[in-house]
């Protein structure tokens, strides 16, 4: 590639706040895999935040790319599916597949989209020392009339705006908003822009824990479960952000409550020797080869956790601990109790953007 900015990019990062700044440009944060694409003629590549390729997992972007978008350009973006019910990021991650073959399927399945909102260079111009209103500003002409595969995503300077999409947008499959600074120029693997995320609370069941990597008397995790309206208890995420002095504690008073699988809903590795196809479901979804191991224990903890979305029934992001709460019974922790966000469009969003 003979391109003014070349691979690999670490892509410029952002920092928490709890509330939108003002004086800022204002993006919704798109929640698929964030990617650097260069484009120098038929030369396409696809970096990741951590700057491992993903050109391979998307033939459908490369291949439109050469079409839609200018010959010469390095642009930063979002990798999306989107369905009818919104953003769909575990379609997302069942590309990251070793067969070539696999990944075409579902390249023709569910196509991903790219998200762009902002850019680096274009022709022989390196725009990374620019402010970011003059990059938008390139990037908007450069992609203009794009589509349908790529989208520029929308941004606004009015602080009512963004708080408007803040609350609207998650409908979708959104997370939140991005604020950057007007002047502020691209700086890679720096947090040089803010992000707003929802936050919330849920009282869980406490059903299991994982050891610790470091040794076999203290808690790597908690197992969170939800009853669900049929009375079963669902798996819905982990809590793990612990001293390790607090681990040895919790490793000590959680012995009481063991129990076997026998008696326990989640003898996921009973169930996956009876239908391997279960194996997708009760794996991570970031290691599908982490051990479906664990220690049982007796539904009867309730701990109140920090999370700031639901993907499907379980947690989107790790939750964080927030505080025990002994004065609720584990059959009062049912999803009734989480926020249901208005669904939206993600037509409305962006026209176009929308299921095959």
Partial sequence: MRLPVLPPVLPMLSKSVQEIPPGAS?????????????????????GSRNVRPLTRYFP??????RVEIPARCVIDGEIVIATGSGLDFEALQLRLHPAASRVAKLAA????????????????????????????AALVAALHGCGPTFHVTPATTDPGTAQRWFSEFEGAGLD????????????????????????????????????????????????????????????????GAFTMAR???LFAELQ???????????????????????R????????????????????????????DHMEGRRFRHTAQFNRWRPDREPRSCTYAQLERPVTFRLGDIIGGLSPP
């Fill in 26 to 46: 204002y993006e919704p944060k798109w929640d698929g895999f964030r990617s650097i694409l260069f484009r120098d003629g038929a030369e396409v590549e696809l």
């Fill in 60 to 65: 459908e972007l490369v291949d439109a790319a």
């Fill in 109 to 136: 399945e569910t196509p991903a989209a790219f998200i762009a909102f902002d850019l680096l260079a274009l022709g022989d111009i390196d725009y990374t020392s620019r402010p970011f209103l003059q990059r938008r």
């Fill in 176 to 239: 939140g908003v991005i604020a950057k600074p007007l002047d502020g120029t691209y700086q890679p693997d720096k947090r040089a822009m803010f992000k707003i995320k929802h936050a919330r609370t849920a009282d869980c069941v406490v059903a299991g824990y994982r050891l610790h990597k470091s040794g076999d008397d203290a808690v790597g995790s908690l197992m969170l479960g939800l009853y669900a309206d049929d009375g079963s208890l669902a798996s819905v995420g982990v809590i």
């Fill in 247 to 249: 681990r040895r504690e």
């Fill in 256 to 278: 009481q409550l063991i129990t076997t699988f026998d008696d326990h809903p989640w003898n996921w590795a009973a169930q996956v020797a009876a239908d391997p196809s279960m």
């Fill in 280 to 307: 997708r479901t009760t794996n991570s979804r970031w290691n599908p080869d982490k051990s479906l191991s664990f220690v049982p224990l007796r539904p009867e903890r309730v701990v109140e956790v920090r999370y």
